[in-house]
């Protein structure tokens, strides 16, 4: 039986990989402007590295009316039928004669006999490779169910365990490579919680010593490595071709260097059900990586189980790169994603949004839309983390609830997403009042210089800044809490539309209209203009100190607060005395009639910029009132 065992898990490389090469050669024939497949890496590790004709079938296949037309077919199908008796061999003598394995594996021999040619339709194809449950049996189907019976049946042959592992005839340098495998995966075991899975079995098989662990109950979910001298050969698959991705990815840090398996995907087979298999190599510099390896191995296949069913709960909330992402985060953290699903999963988060409180979640909001994609990865991640640590220690379930509850409402009540809009068009309205500042006190020629180049940007910046009140409208559209910022947004764009509006009149001193400016002039403008610059200042100074004010703050925070609204009220009453110092200089100075309106208009102009961010500052103070009311 140990001898049946070890040629079984051989032949059971080796259909894979048979059922690979049908695969690729139908992916050729639907897109014969493709190169084929190369499976080179997949023929070594199956002991084929040598059968050229397995190298070149999918090269020459090709689709006529429907049909797949594969040369060599008898040869491959005479390969699957040898390897199949040679895999159910161990299963059919552990068993009688009229048990389920018997009857179906003789149906399936019987069914390869009658295969002839060169050609096979759809059906005889969706047969031979579907490995879909809850449709009709296959040829794939029931080589994965041997695969499991045989693992079975490798566990009942163990002469010994070796730190959970199920071995036998193995070397004595083979204890230390399995005790370093099991080493990673019983670090992470207990994160799959009560679901089965994680079974290893051992044993060398010629020069290599061959470690298999039976991921879960998926049927087509089994790792296979060969360890020979220094170097580790993984053989992979999976129906998803997420999870493949993703695990490849847990693999790189490890050395994994993989066989191409992009191209191998073809939608027409197992029922639109992509089948992705793979081999990765991994070599190793001496016997201490080559143990790290092996543990860094054992340690990663947990994350594995019902990863395909957790990433989808996760896309009502973030998007699939985003769920994929908190799926990683969660592996590498070594926290998983198991304890979150038994948890509640899904509902454990919809639970939360409905308690967040009034406004703060309407129905098909997405968590990322309202929170932001990183704030929201990072609240998926702290709740796949207290969760696991919640479920290893033995906590009820509802405990998890409560702390995702109040996880969530402390992100709420931290979100700022709206000051971060109101001090990105603060940032633009003080770029415009820097400009204006700057240009007015270069002189007369500095002015003309670079009074065209304001204008442009000066444009460009307004755009922007319409742009933030745009966004904040729509925001309000959804969120009733954001009716507040986007009314603030609209009028603090009004102090925007004022200096663009400068910075217009300015840009007419390039064409020449400002003759008779003395530095009287340009004095008392500049001072209009600087005055309005430290309003601005003061502005976001008051945003940025009304960002974390509550009911909590201390009162130096809220006293700040205030002495910042209050200087942009001061600005405001300086610059209404500002404007009539400014018309008595023009007046006096002037007599040319386009000179004096552009230095009246311009004066007026940044003086109404003042009445605008007072207007702005009140009604921030609103703002950081019902905030802090609503807080207490």
């Not at 969760?387 to 998890?400: I, T, W």
């Not at 109101?422 to 210089?449: K, N, V």
Request: hydrophobic share 45%; proline share 2%; glycine share 6%.
């Amino acid at each position: 039986m140990p001898v049946w065992v070890k040629a079984a898990l051989a032949a059971n490389d080796r259909l894979k990989l048979y059922l690979t090469v049908l695969q690729a050669a139908a992916a050729h024939a639907d897109h014969p402007d493709h190169e084929a497949l190369n499976l080179t890496h997949e023929l070594e590790a199956a002991g084929l590295g040598a059968t050229s004709w397995l190298h070149e079938l999918p090269a020459g296949a090709s689709r006529i009316d429907g049909t797949l037309v594969v040369p060599e077919l008898d040869r491959l199908i005479s390969s699957i039928t040898d390897d199949l008796s040679t895999m159910a061999r161990p299963v059919l003598e552990a068993s009688t004669v009229d048990a389920e394995p018997h009857m179906r594996v003789h149906h399936w021999q019987d069914w390869l006999d009658e295969l002839h040619g060169e050609h096979l339709d759809k059906a005889q194809l969706h047969s031979l490779t579907h490995g879909k449950r809850g449709a009709d049996d296959s040829v794939h189907l029931l080589i994965m169910d041997l695969h499991k019976q045989i693992n079975h049946l490798a566990a009942s042959l163990a002469s010994e365990v070796i730190d959970g592992a199920h071995v036998w005839q193995i070397d004595d340098a083979d204890r230390t490579l399995i005790s370093a495998f099991m080493r990673g995966l019983n670090r992470t075991a207990p994160l799959r919680l009560d679901h089965p899975g994680l079974d290893t079995a051992a044993t060398r098989d010629g020069d290599q010593l061959l470690l298999q662990n039976d991921i879960g109950t998926n049927d087509a979910h089994v790792l296979v490595m060969h360890v020979q001298k220094l170097s580790i050969s993984l053989t992979y698959s999976d129906l998803h071709r997420s999870r493949f991705a993703f695990f490849q990815s847990m693999l790189v840090p490890l050395g994994a260097s993989w066989s191409d398996t992009e191209s191998r995907v073809c939608a027409d087979l197992n029922q639109g059900e992509a089948f992705n298999v793979g081999t990765a190599r991994f070599d190793c510099k001496d016997e201490a990586h080559l143990e790290k390896t092996l543990e860094g191995l054992g340690a990663s296949i947990v994350f594995l189980i019902d990863w395909n069913r957790a990433r989808k709960k996760l896309l009502p909330f973030v998007d699939k790169e985003a769920a994929i992402a908190v799926l990683t985060g969660a592996a590498q953290a070594e926290v998983g994603h198991m304890a979150w699903l038994k948890a509640g999963g899904e509902h454990l988060v919809f639970d939360a949004m409905q308690a967040a409180g009034a406004g703060a979640f309407r129905i098909g909001d997405r968590l990322d839309e309202v929170l932001g994609e990183a704030q929201a990865k990072n609240f998926l991640l702290d709740v796949m983390r207290l969760a696991s640590e919640a479920l290893l220690r033995g906590q009820p379930v509802a405990l998890v609830a409560d702390e995702t509850r109040l996880l969530l409402s402390r992100q709420v009540q931290k979100r700022t997403t709206e000051f971060d809009l109101l001090d990105d068009h603060a940032a633009y309205c003080q770029a415009l009042a820097q400009a204006i500042s700057d240009a007015l006190a270069h002189g007369h020629d500095g002015l003309r210089e670079c009074a065209q180049d304001l204008a442009a940007k000066a444009k460009a910046w307004e755009r922007r800044a319409d742009h933030l009140v745009m966004q904040a409208r729509q925001e309000a559209e959804r969120q009733p809490r954001w009716l507040p910022i986007a009314r603030l947004l609209a009028l603090s764009d009004d102090v925007a539309d004022a200096l663009e509006e400068a910075a217009f009149m300015m840009s007419l001193i390039a064409d020449h209209h400002q003759k008779g400016w003395n530095g009287d002039v340009r004095q008392a403008l500049a001072k209009l203009a600087q005055t309005v610059l430290l309003a601005t200042q003061d502005h976001i100074k008051a945003l940025t100190i009304a960002r974390t004010l509550s009911s909590q703050s201390d009162a130096a925070d809220s006293d700040a607060f205030l002495a910042a609204t209050w200087s942009v009220l001061r600005a405001e009453r300086q610059c209404d005395e500002l404007l009539r110092h400014a018309r008595r200089t023009i007046l006096h100075t002037l007599d040319d009639a386009p000179s004096l309106m552009l230095a009246n208009d311009l004066a007026m102009t940044l003086e109404l910029a003042s009445d605008r961010l007072l207007s702005a500052g009140y009604a921030l103070r609103d703002v950081v009132f019902d905030k802090a009311g609503a807080m207490a």
